[in-house]
């Protein structure tokens, strides 16, 4: 992964994961690049620093990647069916042996955001 990618990674994972942050992005481009502007201020206020903010800041909207998001039928079922069709069982149990296999790595990742 390149290195500029790492610490967006991490501040992205942060901010969806941390309650509270109020930045709303809507459906077409039309204000991406406020909502940009809001997240960032969200990002520094949590301690992103100048890399994970940079990071964002070089981000566009992708167009065909939110259309087809938006498009996704299975947000029509209900839970349990859209998570018998995403495989939620084989998932977790992938999980289960990744964090058995890699149980340091997981680790050291749970203290560096403070978990």
Do not use: H
């Not at 990618?5 to 994972?13: E, G, M, Q, T, Y």
């Not at 942050?21 to 949590?46: D, H, L, P, Y």
């Not at 996704?72 to 018998?84: A, D, I, N, V």
């Amino acid at each position: 992964m390149p290195s500029l990618f790492k610490p967006a990674l991490v501040a992205v994972s942060f901010l969806i994961a941390s309650p509270g942050f109020a930045a709303t992005c809507g459906n077409t481009s039309a204000g991406f690049e406020a909502w940009k502007v809001e997240f960032a201020r969200e990002a520094k206020r949590a301690g992103v620093k100048k890399t994970g903010l940079a990071a964002l800041a070089g981000t566009r909207y992708a167009t065909r990647t939110i259309k087809a998001d938006r498009n996704q039928k299975s947000f029509r079922y209900t839970l349990e069916k859209f998570m018998k069709i995403r495989g939620a069982d084989t998932i977790v149990a992938q999980g289960k042996r990744r964090l058995a296999q890699n149980a340091a790595f997981y680790a050291s990742l749970e203290r560096l955001i403070g978990n």
